[in-house]
């Protein structure tokens, strides 16, 4: 990029960094995956720039490329690659308030990853469904199906006195 629009895409990116952050976390509930996601996702972008930045509105376009991001991440080879059982470093303190958004998010963890998407663009991003079918690049049906059969899951996962056991 040499016509000056790259420094229109540095702009962008370290405007929205935070909020694709944010999102990624909300995905993947790990901070080092959510890193993985973001570099991959502006990494893709810079390569798309000039077609990206023409789209009508670029930050849904930005945050389709991270869900779908997220949601091929586990059909790639590299992702099945695990070089330790659990991260190295011991997660930090918090607050015993936060107990339950442990627990939900563990329980949002187990289920399938275009259900996480789906509930996260929904419930979190307060997307509506046609928006969120757009971003995932399925039906509207599809996304309702998805919201049922994942909230359902999440309520008996919820209920399982073991899981809150797992944290």
Avoid: N
């Avoid at 890193?35 to 798309?48: E, G, H, P, R, Y």
């Amino acid at each position: 990029m040499r016509d000056g629009s790259e420094k229109e895409y540095i702009e962008y990116v370290s405007a929205r960094v935070p909020a694709l952050r944010r999102l990624a976390f909300l995905l993947a509930g790990d901070d080092h995956r959510a890193d993985d996601l973001v570099q991959q996702t502006i990494t893709t972008l810079f390569l798309k720039w000039r077609r990206a930045s023409a789209a009508e509105h670029l930050d849904a376009y930005v945050r389709t490329m991270l869900v779908r991001s997220f949601v091929d991440e586990r059909r790639l080879s590299w992702a099945k690659v695990r070089l330790f059982r659990h991260a190295p470093e011991p997660p930090p303190l918090e607050p015993s308030a936060v107990e339950d958004r442990l627990v939900v998010r563990a329980a949002l963890a187990r289920l399938p990853r275009r259900q996480q998407a789906v509930l996260v663009l929904r419930f979190f991003y307060d997307l509506p469904v046609d928006e969120v079918a757009a971003t995932l690049g399925c039906t509207s049906g599809t996304v309702k199906s998805h919201t049922s059969r994942g909230l359902a899951t999440l309520r008996r996962l919820l209920g399982e006195p073991e899981l809150a056991a797992t944290i």
